[in-house]
């Protein structure tokens, strides 16, 4: 039984991808329905209220329901659709109109585009991307429908490795069940060794320089990784991780363990893990927990929390100076 199409729909947002992926698959369901007689697209200058409108108004040949998809109604203004306010109102039965808007900033779609859908019983889409901070719950959520188990470290730590777009999340999600099953339970450390990538690779050697009290060269680092595009919140994640475990080791030091020990505790290479138990001795537990307080404010600061002045980029170097300095 073929679907029921309602007479008109806006698929309006932010998330441009999930947009993209409404409008194609719409617009196979169009012509399979209808064939290319039934179908039109309206599109780049061509979508404009008064062509639509004129469109609406127009008889048409075609047999069965008449599409039509009209791209790009984020820049039109509401002094321009009175003559399509009108064609709405009298809509055929047999037509269904598709608007799509991909807003960003002040492009949005006209409120007068919505009241006049809502009139001709149409139905209205928002395709929004999450904030950074829901990401974390919302692809725990996702895996769990995938049959994944994730922590929520390793949430944290796939939004942080693969960014914030929810399709790549998502593709990362279908990759890890492919590789491991339904029934898999996952932590952040896995994650981070299944979807390396150049950033982390990066953002260690920060967390090194911070930790090994060189202030110049964590700053150049930061300077260099900045300028390759890499985004605040993934440098924090690494860096607070780092700072972390240095925490750990130094408060397992003081508390009498050998640093065998240590090192036996610590999931990395040798080489690496006598390098940061050497730094967690030398800062101390005390420092290092004033440390992981510096990366929590700046963390808060990339958020928009900041009480102080500057750029993120600002706030983010003063923090680097108080850890290493």
């Not at 203004?77 to 799509?100: C, G, H, N, R, V």
């Not at 719950?137 to 730590?157: F, P």
């Not at 408060?251 to 138990?277: F, H, N, W, Y």
Request: net charge neutral; hydrophobic share 40%.
């Amino acid at each position: 039984m073929p679907p029921a199409f309602k007479s008109a729909y806006l698929i309006h947002g932010d998330d441009h991808g999930r947009i993209a992926q409404r409008r194609a698959k719409l617009r196979e369901l169009a012509e399979a329905q209808s064939g290319a007689q039934g179908f039109e697209l309206f599109e780049g200058d061509a979508s404009s209220p008064e062509t639509v409108a004129a469109a609406l108004n127009a008889m048409t040949f075609a047999i069965g329901r008449r599409f039509i998809i009209v791209d790009g109604v984020e820049r039109w203004k509401e002094k321009d659709l009175d003559a399509l306010e009108a064609a709405m109102a009298q809509i055929d039965p047999d037509t269904t109109i598709s608007f799509f808007a991909r807003e960003d900033g002040r492009s949005k779609a006209p409120k007068r585009l919505h009241d006049a859908i809502k009139r001709a019983g149409g139905e209205i889409s928002v395709q929004e991307n999450l904030k950074p901070w829901e990401l974390p719950k919302w692809v725990t959520q996702q895996a769990r429908a995938y049959g994944l188990g994730l922590t929520a470290e390793a949430a944290r730590a796939l939004v942080n490795q693969v960014g914030e777009r929810q399709e790549r999340l998502l593709r990362e999600l279908e990759k890890l069940v492919l590789e491991f099953g339904p029934g898999t339970d996952l932590d952040a450390e896995q994650i981070q060794d299944l979807t390396a990538s150049s950033a982390e690779h990066k953002a260690w050697t920060l967390a090194d320089a911070l930790l090994c009290g060189d202030p110049a060269r964590a700053t150049r680092a930061y300077l260099q990784i900045r300028a390759q595009g890499e985004r605040l919140p993934g440098l924090i994640y690494w860096m607070s991780s780092r700072v972390r475990q240095a925490h750990q080791a130094a408060r397992a030091l003081e508390a009498g363990q050998s640093q065998a020990t240590v090192r036996g505790g610590l999931r990395m290479p040798p080489k690496a893990a006598d390098q940061l138990i050497s730094d967690a001795r030398r800062m101390g537990a005390d420092r290092l927990r004033q440390a992981i307080e510096i990366i929590a404010d700046l963390e808060l600061a990339s958020r928009g929390g900041s009480k102080k002045g500057g750029s993120e980029d600002t706030v983010a170097l003063l923090a680097i100076q108080a850890i290493a300095g």
